[in-house]
């Protein structure tokens, strides 16, 4: 920039008047080019600019020597307009988002003005990622919008200096060459704290790991290096598999890579990793004999390591001829899962659409692929894939669009939306998947920019890779169960399932397709989304005014009197709640929001025939119920036990929660072994719901007693959130010391 442009620039600025350039950019070529420069001029010096004009045009103004005032600055004045998105925007004009289009924008903004920019951009219902960069004189946030909200942001808020788009995509980084990707792996390598060898541990099966990766090294062992068959070796050197277990292995680990790349922070990493290579160098293993292959992967590494705690994640799926029916490989994960001696949490994926995606078909054609063989799995936690992914950098697809919206589902995600009602909810939650685009002529494709970055299985030549689909989703699952597991040691996997689930919300996306559904209409969109998109701070955080008590119990759901040939139903627990009473009841007709999700795992009894009836495939079945505010104790007893009576007899009952104000009911949310749902009213009707009942329902255990397995007893993990949003009421405080000892449970 020329001496005399730049002393321009400058003279833009005046401090004591808060007068502040915010962004300049320089538009045209050659000769035609010209400084564009946005200027924040706060309403108290609005006339600033015009006095420093009118002190130009005056002759009696003019300087000593005859010059006009202000001369350096106002001749070189083109133009001045207020500020559009397009002046704030400061990266290359062809980025610039095409009309409607939503993408994530970087939002530059000045100094002590975030707070303003946050009210206003809700008020504008504008989504933000909780990622914040903070500077000297700026802070950079990432929020979701298209142009025309974006503008009307800015007429609303003078908060904004400069307006990016984000990149937080893996292009640049797959563009890269070895060596350069070398650089930036050592870096991160640099930053990272390994986690000890007793950490838990994310345990895969798949094709094998490359072990030698330098990001993989700090966390996987040789000695948890397995395989099920040992002419196949352990290393992922199958080229069939296109190095699948090394790619899910950094997101396992890591996540997203691209953050971290991009980062300066220490990583602490706090679990490690485990690999079973459960698919042959060539060709493929029988489907018939998946159930016994994963059996036996799991025996492998709890033989080396049979004390760490670990979460076994399997991305291997393959149709179900009958789909949501249990199969021999969904009911050796039913069994894995339960086990008596040893329980454990498996994640597994929904599985792919393997056919060629259109946009025009998206969300029916989803709608219509079911969950694949064996994410029927009523015990494991079912991972589909949603997307937030929508910004493409890449010159090579410039024009391209991308087909899922932000926040809706990723369009190669399976869904259980045709299952006979019977079978339970799957998916249970979706993780990041990525995305496809496509520009309107060739079939849609997953494009690099809206895939995950995570680690190559052959790092001789280079580093990095992408991953996505419902892979890279439940590899993101595993990885956050993980880290629930090392933040909070000792929880049954029952309740790591649990908490999964409950931390999990819709998208503002999914939202919109929700509202106004009625129940039946919602249990085909829940048997779409899941319950929605996990997050780690609320699964394991209580902030005051967002207050969570977990309970880890057991009953005994069945009975049977000496030389009767029939069981009955036996326990019902009640767990009294501690609600900080006195602080509901002074909100009055505050709103206040109630969620509780029951986990608990089945034994499965996959040779029954003729499964009309949901129990005959379960063992039992649990499910909970809440005193209402004008009930007594004893009839909310008496309530409980005419609920439980009826579905055993099979009447259709909505039920033994109630169906006042929430959101799913009994009909929707009691399939499966995993129960979550969501309570609105006032804090004051609240208070008086300060009971849940736990009680069985029937199964084979009570169906078929001859097998001697009515006396068993059914664990669970009862999860319950009230929150009091808008509020500076703390809840949490009241309520801290009575959850310090064990909560009353009266049978």
């Known amino acids: 920039m020329p001496r005399g442009e730049g002393e321009a620039i400058d003279k833009l600025s005046n401090r004591p008047k808060r007068v502040e350039v915010v962004s300049t950019k320089e538009t045209g070529d050659g000769a035609n080019s010209y400084i564009e420069a946005t200027v924040f001029v706060p309403a108290e010096a609005e006339t600033y600019y015009l006095d420093k004009v009118k002190a130009y045009r005056d002759p009696a103004q003019n300087t000593r020597t005859g010059r006009p005032a202000n001369e350096a600055l106002v001749a070189r004045m083109d133009n001045v307009q207020i500020a559009t998105v397009q002046s704030l925007f400061t990266d290359a004009a062809a980025l610039f988002p095409q009309s409607g289009q939503p993408v994530w924008w970087e939002v530059w903004l000045r100094r002590d003005t975030r707070e303003r920019f946050m009210h206003v951009a809700d008020r504008l219902n504008i989504r933000r990622r909780e990622h914040l960069v903070s500077f000297r004189e700026r802070d950079v946030v990432l929020a979701l919008a298209d142009v025309a909200t974006m503008t009307r942001l800015i007429r609303n808020c003078d908060a904004v200096a400069e307006l990016r788009l984000a990149k937080d995509t893996p292009a640049m980084f797959l563009g890269l060459g070895g060596g350069e990707q070398a650089e930036w792996s050592d870096e991160l390598l640099s930053r990272i704290n390994p986690p000890g060898m007793a950490a838990p541990a994310v345990c895969l099966l798949d094709s094998g790991v490359t072990q030698r990766h330098p990001l993989i090294q700090p966390v996987l062992d040789e000695a948890d290096m397995h395989t099920v068959e040992p002419i196949w070796g352990k290393a992922d050197t199958a080229a069939l598999w296109n190095g699948h277990g090394t790619a899910m292995s950094g997101v396992a680990i890591y996540g997203d890579l691209q953050p971290l790349l991009t980062g300066k922070d220490a990583v602490d990493l706090q679990h490690r990793l485990e690999s079973v290579k459960i698919l042959p160098p060539d060709g493929h293993n029988d489907p018939e004999l998946y159930g016994a292959i994963t059996i036996e992967a799991v025996a ?52 792919n659409i393997r056919d060629e995606l259109a946009s025009a078909t998206y969300l029916d054609a989803n709608d219509l692929a079911p969950v694949e063989d064996p994410a029927q799995a ?17 010159p090579d697809y410039r024009g391209w669009q991308p087909i899922g919206a932000p926040g809706d589902l990723s369009p190669s995600s399976r869904t259980s939306v045709t299952w006979s009602r019977q079978w339970p909810i799957k998916p249970d939650v979706v993780f990041e ?22 680690t190559h299985s052959k790092p001789n030549l280079r580093l990095l890779d992408t991953i996505g689909d419902t892979s890279g989703a439940s590899a993101l699952a595993a990885n956050m169960a993980a880290r629930i597991m090392a ?48 997050d780690f701070d609320r699964a394991i955080l209580s902030a005051s005014n967002d207050l969570t008590l977990l309970i880890e119990d057991e009953l005994n759901p069945f009975d049977k009197e000496q030389g009767s040939s029939t069981a009955k139903s036996k326990d019902m627990r009640l767990h009294r709640l501690p609600w900080p009473r006195r602080e509901l009841e002074a909100l009055g007709a505050t709103p206040v929001e109630f969620r ?17 009836r949901r129990h005959r495939y379960a063992s039992h079945n649990l499910r909970f119920a809440v005193k209402r505010a004008t009930e007594t104790v ?39 072994s995993l129960h979550s749902d969501w309570w609105k009213g006032t804090a004051a009707d609240l208070a008086g719901r300060d009971a849940i009942g736990i009680y069985p329902v029937g199964g084979w255990w009570k169906e078929k007693p001859h097998l001697d397995r009515w006396s068993a007893a059914a664990r669970y993990a009862l999860i319950v959130t009230i929150r009091a949003p808008g509020t500076n009421v703390d809840l949490y405080t009241p309520v801290a010391n009575p959850i310090s000892i064990p909560i009353a449970v009266r049978r």
């Open 300 to 351: 492998r590494v709890e033989l080396q390591a049979p004390h760490r705690p670990r979460v076994v994640c399997m991305a291997i799926t393959s149709a179900n001829p009958v789909p949501g029916k249990p199969s021999s490989w969904s009911a050796a994960v039913d069994q894995l899962c339960f086990d008596e001696e040893q329980r454990r949490l498996v994640v597994v994926s929904a599985g």
């Open 378 to 394: 009523w015990n494991a936690l079912t991972v589909g894939a949603y997307t937030d992914k929508i910004n493409i950098i890449d």
């Open 433 to 454: 998947g990525g995305n496809f685009a496509g520009d309107g002529v060739q079939d849609p494709e997953p494009i690099d920019d809206l895939r995950l970055l995570t």
């Open 487 to 534: 933040a909070r040691p000792g929880l049954w996997p029952e309740t790591v399932r649990g908490l999964v689930v409950h931390s999990a919300e819709w998208t503002p996306a999914m939202q919109a397709r929700m509202a106004g559904r009625s129940k039946a209409e919602l249990h085909s969109l829940l048997r779409r989304y899941g319950y929605g998109v996990p």
């Open 596 to 612: 509780i999700t029951l986990s608990y795992f089945v034994e499965p009894n996959p040779g029954e025939r003729g499964w009309t």
């Open 634 to 672: 004893d009839d909310f007893r008496r309530r409980i036990n005419r609920v439980a009576r009826e579905e055993e007899e099979g009447i259709s009952v909505s039920s033994g929660a109630g169906d006042d104000n929430w959101r799913l009911g009994g009909t929707v949310r009691d399939r499966g």
